[in-house]
């Protein structure tokens, strides 16, 4: 079943901050952070392997919930470069990866 | 040198014709994946591919076959086209669980 994010789209200014939500109703092994820009393919960004684990990209981190089956995006101090659709990505003891349902984020000068 | 890369890049077919779409790999991955995204922008799984043994055939009609000639190339034949198949589809290799994506086919059928 597909992991579930949210919000389903957001808006910012250069300079803010969001978070994006990913939610699995399966025991996850791994959750993968992506982002596709309009027109391209979705590019890798992080994976956090174990529970609690966070990790950073650029100003791009996220944390990873094991118990909750749940992981967090957060893109700090906004740029432009950001804007883009992110894709949490989730594999069972099978690696069988499944992205969530997207979260659209524009950000605007 | 493209690690992942798929022709052709655009696809426009009438209904009912059988077309396919080629994927190479050149990064040394035992798994290699095929996803469909749609209009709204879902990146579904069809299938998944391990040292070219079929591991996942997600709820795909029949008229979808992958084909596996090696480990570096997931080709993707569609058989008997349908309106509904219009959609981007992208192959896709992985090491572990970090996934390289080709640049994406966009199949139109009229």
């Known amino acids: 079943q597909q992991p579930v994010q949210s919000p389903q789209a957001v808006i910012l200014r250069e300079g803010e901050d969001a978070v994006i939500n990913c939610s699995s109703s399966k025991a996850l092994y791994s959750v993968h952070w992506y982002r596709q820009k309009h027109g391209e393919a979705p590019v890798f960004l992080m994976i956090?392997?174990?529970?609690?684990e966070q990790k950073g990209h650029e100003k791009i981190s996220a944390s990873f919930n094991e118990k909750k089956q749940q992981s967090s995006l957060y893109l700090t101090a906004s740029q432009l470069s950001y804007s883009g659709t992110y894709f949490c990505g989730t594999a069972d003891n099978t690696d069988k990866l499944i992205f969530g349902t997207g979260t659209r984020l524009q950000v605007f000068p | 040198d493209t690690a992942v890369s798929q022709t052709p890049k655009y696809l426009v077919t009438q209904m009912g014709n059988d077309k396919s779409i080629k994927c190479e790999q050149n990064l040394g991955h035992d798994t290699m994946y095929w996803y469909k995204q749609d209009s709204k922008k879902f990146l579904k799984i069809m299938f998944s591919?391990?040292?070219?043994?079929?591991?996942i055939n997600e709820t795909v009609p029949n008229r979808f076959s992958p084909k596996s000639p090696d480990k570096a190339h997931l080709n993707l034949h569609i058989n008997s086209l349908e309106l509904g198949d219009s959609a981007v589809y992208f192959c896709?290799?992985?090491?572990?669980?970090?996934?390289?994506f080709g640049q994406g086919t966009r199949l139109t059928v009229v």
């Open positions: 591919y391990n040292n070219k043994e079929l591991i």
């Open positions: 896709a290799s992985s090491h572990g669980a970090k996934a390289f």
């Open positions: 956090l392997l174990k529970g609690g």
